[in-house]
């Protein structure tokens, strides 16, 4: 049973150009959410995907946005770069059903800024 | 909006003492804890999951207590190892989950 996966494992992009991570969740779940690790900070929740549709979102700007695909797989979309968007991005997956139940995360992918 | 915080930021303890992590958040109104272990660069490995209902959950040497009245939980991790280094994040869930910053823990040989 896969987990959650993540493509890439690192990305290196310049000040203002775009950027896709890629996000495939654990079999069974349907939902996704994205969040931004700083270094040396907690992750902060950027977004959550269920039925395609963003279902809640946190204190980020339009800059960020996302897509989620008929298989539940899950883009998120970086416009603009600047450098402070340099952090471990993580995806991590659910079942709507269950808001009690853990999310499981997958092992981010790293984007560094220059 | 969900405050978490985890005390103390980071600790060094001699193999074979016990590790006591401290987390507080501010909104009580959540589904449940999660505490989460990241080595350097990693993602996170979820390690123990408390229920809002529940008082506490145990897994091997980790026992996790949680006091939601309060907005406190608490790891402890018993007879701690040096491959017991790394980060630990508690995280609430109030239907997404908002993480303190981590307590950066090392134990020596």
Redesign the interface.
Same mark, same amino acid.
């Given at each position: 049973d896969a987990g959650v996966t993540q493509s890439p494992t690192h990305l290196i992009k310049t000040r203002g150009q775009q950027v896709t991570l890629r996000c495939s969740p654990k079999s069974g779940h349907d939902t996704v959410?994205w969040?931004q690790q700083a270094l040396?900070?907690?992750?902060?929740?950027i977004f959550?995907y269920y039925e395609e549709e963003e279902r809640?979102r946190?204190n980020f700007p339009d800059r960020f946005s996302g897509h989620q695909f008929p298989n539940y797989s899950s883009e998120l979309n970086v416009n603009a770069l600047l450098l402070g968007d340099s952090a471990?991005y993580?995806c991590?997956s659910s079942l709507a059903l269950l808001?009690?139940d853990?999310?499981?995360?997958?092992?981010?992918t790293?984007l560094t800024v220059l | 909006k969900q405050e978490?915080t985890q005390i103390p930021a980071a600790l060094s303890v001699p193999e074979g003492e016990n590790l006591v992590l401290n987390c507080s958040f501010t909104d009580s109104a959540i589904?449940?804890l999660?505490w989460?272990r990241q080595d350097p660069?990693?993602? #996170?490995?979820?390690l123990l999951?408390i229920?809002?209902s529940q008082r506490e959950q145990t897994s091997g040497r980790l026992n996790a207590s949680l006091d939601k009245s309060s907005g406190r939980s608490t790891l402890y991790i018993a007879a701690s190892q040096p491959g017991d280094s790394a980060t630990y994040?508690c995280?609430v869930?109030d239907?997404? #989950?908002?993480?303190?910053?981590?307590t950066t823990v090392t134990v020596r040989a």
């Open positions: 959410s969040y040396g900070q907690g992750p902060q929740f959550q809640q946190g471990l993580l991590a808001n009690s853990t999310q499981y995360f997958g092992p981010g790293r | 978490v589904y449940n999660q989460f660069g990693k993602g #996170l490995t979820s999951l229920q809002s994040l995280a869930n239907y997404k #989950l908002s993480f303190g910053a981590g």
